[in-house]
């Protein structure tokens, strides 16, 4: 909400896309930002829109554009009193070129435009409006907005200050939320059932019908049978695929033979979708990390650690048994929290590195101010860091980074972060 605001108080404010997975709000933060915001909303479905489809075919004349929404949404388009909504833009591909028409004809305007599958349209010919929009993307719930959704606003507060005491004094609150938020995740409507019934299988329940969505989009989008399939293959084969003990993606444990050539297109559609990301292996920790990438080698993570745990068909009891929900999958579960919170709350783009003769892997490499830091996850307390010393005596970073369940701690050469601060990693830039 903040960033929204902020486009709309920008001088050189342009139409704006919003990004992000099917079912992470993006229709309702649209909605509620133009009711607190806006005297008057106008929001298009473009889905199975035929007045719209027609009126973006016609020309680009944005004005006898403006006046057909106008008539769609019974609203009144006033410059800079109207936001205007084109929600599954990608329905209508010529709106998404006309874009850029808004930008240079009609600044006076607030556009915003979504789509799940926005980036699966741009392989299909569609013309994008390169420099004339502005980009926001939407992730699942951090855990830190995850504890304030579930009312424990005070104990958020510190989760980017990993030195605080807070931390520590509260420890077992931490903890205690966040074996919730491994197994619930942060889609908003699991999130919202929780918080109506407090119950573990309803959530599941919800979790399953949001990958049958995802599933079906699938079937509706991916015409050819051949790809389709794949797809599904690529998408199903990614819990297994971080349980191993080296989680670079292989595709021969997808199906007997397989070749990633033959998966290129399927991964591609899935990252496109925002479903899935990938993180390179990097052959040196070299600056800048993205001159020395491999980009034959790689892991990919879900959108969503919750999704993954329902996915993997983790059984809510795991909740009630000590720190079973931490190490399930050989630390998955940890190493895929970790990457969300990478992805959702720091600018960080984070690589990984392997040596494949010393069998030395580190699961995150990160670029803090010039800096290649190393971070090792660790799901509980046993700290036992053979790889991530033998890393640090080779390559001397400034530091490296271990985050567990232990408290934050800092050593001669290593800081220990606890698992529910990692959002508070530029706290210790």
Same mark, same amino acid.
């Given at each position: 909400?903040?960033?929204?605001?902020?486009?709309?108080?920008?001088?050189?404010?342009?139409?704006?896309?919003?990004?992000?997975?099917?079912?992470?709000?993006?229709?309702?933060?649209?909605?509620?930002?133009?009711?607190?915001?806006?005297?008057?909303?106008?929001?298009?479905?473009?889905?199975?829109?035929?007045?719209?489809?027609?009126?973006?075919?016609?020309?680009?004349?944005?004005?006898?554009?403006?006046?057909?929404?106008?008539?769609?949404?019974?609203?009144?388009?006033?410059?800079?009193?109207?936001?205007?909504?084109?929600?599954?833009?990608?329905?209508?591909?010529?709106?998404?070129?006309?874009?850029?028409?808004?930008?240079?004809?009609?600044?006076?305007?607030?556009?915003?435009?979504?789509?799940?599958?926005?980036?699966?349209?741009?392989?299909?010919?569609?013309?994008?409006?390169?420099?004339?929009?502005?980009?926001?993307?939407?992730?699942?719930?951090?855990?830190?907005?995850?504890?304030?959704?579930?009312?424990?606003?005070?104990?958020?507060?510190?989760?980017?200050?990993?030195?605080?005491? +807070?931390?520590? @004094?509260?420890?077992?609150? /931490?903890?205690?939320?966040?074996?919730?938020?491994?197994?619930? =995740?942060? #889609?908003? *409507?699991?999130?919202?059932?929780?918080?109506?019934?407090?119950?573990?299988?309803?959530?599941?329940?919800?979790?399953?019908?949001?990958?049958?969505?995802?599933?079906?989009?699938?079937?509706?989008?991916?015409?050819?049978?051949?790809?389709?399939?794949?797809?599904?293959?690529?998408?199903?084969?990614?819990?297994?695929?971080?349980?191993?003990?080296?989680?670079?993606?292989?595709?021969?444990?997808?199906?007997?033979?397989?070749?990633?050539?033959?998966?290129?297109?399927?991964?591609?559609?899935?990252?496109?979708?925002?479903?899935?990301?990938?993180?390179?292996?990097?052959?040196?920790?070299?600056?800048?990390? +993205?001159?020395? @990438?491999?980009?034959?080698? /790689?892991?990919?993570?879900?959108?969503?650690?919750?999704?993954? =745990?329902? #996915?993997? *068909?983790?059984?809510?009891?795991?909740?009630?048994?000590?720190?079973?929900?931490?190490?399930?999958?050989?630390?998955?579960?940890?190493?895929?929290?970790?990457?969300?919170?990478?992805?959702?709350?720091?600018?960080?783009?984070?690589?990984?590195?392997?040596?494949?003769?010393?069998?030395?892997?580190?699961?995150?490499?990160?670029q803090i101010k010039g800096a290649v830091i190393p971070i090792e996850v660790k799901a509980e307390?046993?700290?036992?860091?053979?790889?991530?010393?033998?890393?640090?005596?080779?390559?001397?970073?400034?530091?490296?980074?271990?985050?567990?369940?232990?408290?934050?701690?800092?050593?001669?050469?290593?800081?220990?972060?606890?698992?529910?601060?990692?959002?508070?990693?530029?706290e210790i830039e």
């Amino acid at each position: 909400m903040k960033h929204l605001v902020l486009w709309k108080n920008k001088p050189d404010r342009k139409p704006l896309i919003l990004q992000g997975a099917r079912q992470v709000g993006k229709t309702w933060i649209m909605k509620e930002f133009g009711r607190q915001n806006y005297k008057y909303v106008a929001y298009v479905n473009m889905d199975h829109n035929v007045h719209m489809q027609d009126s973006f075919s016609k020309d680009f004349d944005v004005d006898r554009i403006l006046e057909d929404i106008g008539i769609e949404t019974h609203t009144k388009i006033v410059a800079g009193e109207t936001l205007i909504i084109l929600d599954e833009i990608q329905e209508v591909p010529l709106a998404l070129s006309c874009l850029k028409y808004f930008c240079e004809n009609a600044s006076d305007y607030h556009v915003i435009a979504a789509g799940s599958l926005l980036g699966v349209a741009m392989h299909k010919g569609i013309s994008y409006p390169v420099g004339k929009v502005n980009l926001l993307t939407m992730y699942p719930l951090s855990f830190k907005e995850f504890l304030e959704a579930i009312g424990e606003e005070q104990l958020a507060e510190y989760v980017d200050h990993p030195k605080s005491d +807070k931390l520590v @004094t509260f420890r077992d609150k /931490y903890v205690a939320s966040l074996k919730k938020y491994y197994f619930i =995740g942060g #889609m908003p *409507e699991v999130v919202m059932t929780y918080l109506q019934d407090r119950d573990y299988d309803e959530v599941r329940e919800v979790q399953n019908t949001i990958l049958k969505l995802y599933e079906s989009d699938f079937s509706k989008h991916i015409e050819s049978k051949t790809e389709l399939e794949r797809t599904r293959m690529v998408w199903n084969s990614v819990p297994m695929q971080l349980a191993k003990e080296n989680k670079k993606f292989f595709f021969g444990q997808i199906k007997k033979g397989a070749r990633s050539a033959d998966f290129e297109v399927s991964i591609q559609w899935l990252i496109d979708c925002g479903l899935i990301y990938k993180v390179y292996c990097v052959e040196k920790p070299g600056m800048p990390l +993205k001159a020395y @990438t491999d980009f034959s080698s /790689y892991k990919l993570f879900m959108v969503d650690v919750g999704l993954l =745990g329902a #996915m993997a *068909e983790l059984d809510a009891e795991s909740l009630l048994e000590g720190n079973r929900i931490f190490v399930e999958f050989k630390g998955a579960m940890a190493e895929q929290y970790v990457h969300q919170q990478l992805e959702s709350t720091t600018a960080y783009v984070p690589y990984y590195y392997s040596n494949v003769k010393s069998r030395n892997e580190i699961d995150f490499l990160i670029q803090i101010k010039g800096a290649v830091i190393p971070i090792e996850v660790k799901a509980e307390e046993n700290l036992q860091s053979k790889s991530l010393k033998a890393y640090v005596d080779k390559f001397k970073p400034e530091y490296a980074i271990r985050t567990s369940m232990k408290d934050y701690r800092e050593q001669e050469w290593l800081i220990n972060m606890p698992l529910w601060c990692v959002s508070g990693l530029s706290e210790i830039e």
